[in-house]
Nanobody
Framework: QLQLVESGGGLVQAGGSLRLSCAAS????????MGWFRQAPGKEREFVAA???????YYADSVKGRFTISRDNAKNTVYLQMNSLKPEDTAVYYC????????????????WGRGTQVTVSS
């Protein structure tokens, strides 16, 4: 069973940066496509970024140019570098693993972490 644990969230001022980590255990991440999603209070969970096992990356338009997803298969960890943060980026951020091809919807993902809170103050 694949288990995912997010870390790195916190409180940051607008314009600041955070790096989220997603550490996996139980199985190797190298054969999974990985995604980051977020959910703000009162809103649905939304796609943020994904990285395929081969290294291709995909981003939501709202974070393109500010966020970078990466993976270190040797460390069994996926990262989300978030720069130029805005108050509207405030949400709980979730890491997820997907053994299929599609990446942009939460229903495609089989494994989820519990999330890490990111709060951006104005």
């Amino acid at each position: 069973q694949l288990q995912l644990v997010e870390s790195g969230g916190g409180l940051v001022q607008a314009g600041g940066s955070l790096r989220l980590s997603c550490a996996a255990s139980g199985r190797t991440l190298s054969s999974y496509n990985m995604g980051w999603f977020r959910q703000a209070p009162g809103k649905e969970r939304e796609f943020v970024a994904a990285i395929r096992w081969g290294g291709s990356t995909y981003y939501a338009d709202s974070v393109k140019g500010r966020f970078t997803i990466s993976r270190d298969n040797a460390k069994n960890t996926v990262y989300l570098q978030m720069n130029s943060l805005k108050p509207e980026d405030t949400a709980v951020y979730y890491c997820a693993a997907n053994s299929g091809i599609r990446y942009s919807q939460s229903s495609y993902y089989s494994y989820w972490g519990r999330g890490t809170q990111v709060t951006v103050s104005s």
